[in-house]
């Protein structure tokens, strides 16, 4: 069965800092464009980040540019989010989706993990 699996959401004070992980079961991540996405309640799901197959595109939507960083470690099989500066608006929970495409769009995109929650409090 081909799956995503997403970590490290939690608990985060503003101006704090997580980092998301998203592995890939059932199939090799390194085949794939990965984009993180996050759903507020309430709103439509967006675009957070993606990253190329190869890692040498990335795009960032203009909420977390500067704050956010996408990586993705071919040995591990592993895709990345880095998220500083966290503010309350953060707040949501956050996708790894896969796709062939690095877009910013959800409909390019193929797999989808369940989602972790991130929230930013004080």
């Known amino acids: 069965q081909l799956q995503l699996v997403e970590s490290g959401g939690g608990l985060v004070q503003p101006g704090g800092s997580l980092r998301l992980s998203c592995a890939a079961s059932?199939?090799?991540?390194?085949?794939?464009?990965i984009g993180w996405f996050r759903q507020a309640p309430g709103k439509e799901r967006e675009g957070v980040s993606c990253i190329s197959r190869s890692g040498g595109s990335t795009n960032y939507a203009d909420s977390v540019k500067g704050r956010f960083t996408i990586s993705r470690d071919s040995a591990k099989k592993m895709v990345y989010l880095q998220m500083d500066s966290l503010k309350p608006e953060d707040t949501a929970v956050y996708y790894c989706?896969?796709?062939?495409?690095?877009?910013?769009?959800?409909?390019?995109?193929?797999?989808w993990g369940q989602g972790t929650q991130v929230t930013v409090s004080s």
């Open positions: 989706a896969a796709g062939l495409v690095a877009t910013m769009k959800p409909r390019d995109y193929y797999y």
């Open positions: 059932g199939f090799t991540l390194d085949s794939y464009a």
